[in-house]
């Protein structure tokens, strides 16, 4: 790789050939490319998102005060997303969401839902292996148990 760096592709040889022979991406070697052949100033070096305080972090103190309700007996045994969840929606300021947004899911879900048959219902015939539902239809049972 260094010797491609240096000096210039052989003749005959292209940029595809090198990378395809290297296993590594054309769009790689063009951004080693440019670095190595770069002549401005130094970048500076970058800072890390853990060293910097971001603006809507909480504080020390407030992060001690969630872990110590997180790891309460209470909420112990719950995924975090619930608990907060569940504190938001006694939050006051989200009271009148539910009246804009309106209810997720709730006329679904009542609607969607089958009556189910109680299986006393079901006559079962052990010589052809099926169930008669009370409608007259014949289930069969193709599996072995």
């Not at 003749?11 to 401005?40: K, M, P, Q, W």
């Not at 100033?41 to 309700?69: F, G, N």
């Not at 209810?103 to 219902?121: A, D, G, L, V």
Request: charged letters at 30%.
């Amino acid at each position: 790789m260094n010797q491609l760096l240096q000096a210039p592709l052989p003749s005959g040889i292209s940029e595809r050939l090198a990378c395809h022979v290297l296993d590594i991406g054309r769009n790689t070697f063009r951004a080693i490319h440019a670095r190595y052949h770069f002549c401005g100033p130094v970048s500076p070096h970058r800072r890390k998102r853990k060293d910097i305080q971001q603006p809507r972090a909480l504080s020390v103190e407030e992060s001690a005060q969630v872990k110590a309700v997180l790891s309460s007996t209470e909420y112990q045994d719950q995924p975090p997303a619930s608990v907060y969840y569940r504190f938001r929606s006694r939050d006051e300021r989200f009271d009148e969401q539910k009246e804009k947004y309106g209810h997720r899911h709730e006329e679904h879900h009542k609607s969607e839902c089958h009556k189910q048959i109680p299986t006393s219902e079901f006559d079962y015939d052990s010589v052809k292996q099926a169930c008669i539902c009370p409608q007259g239809h014949e289930l069969t049972f193709n599996g072995l148990r």
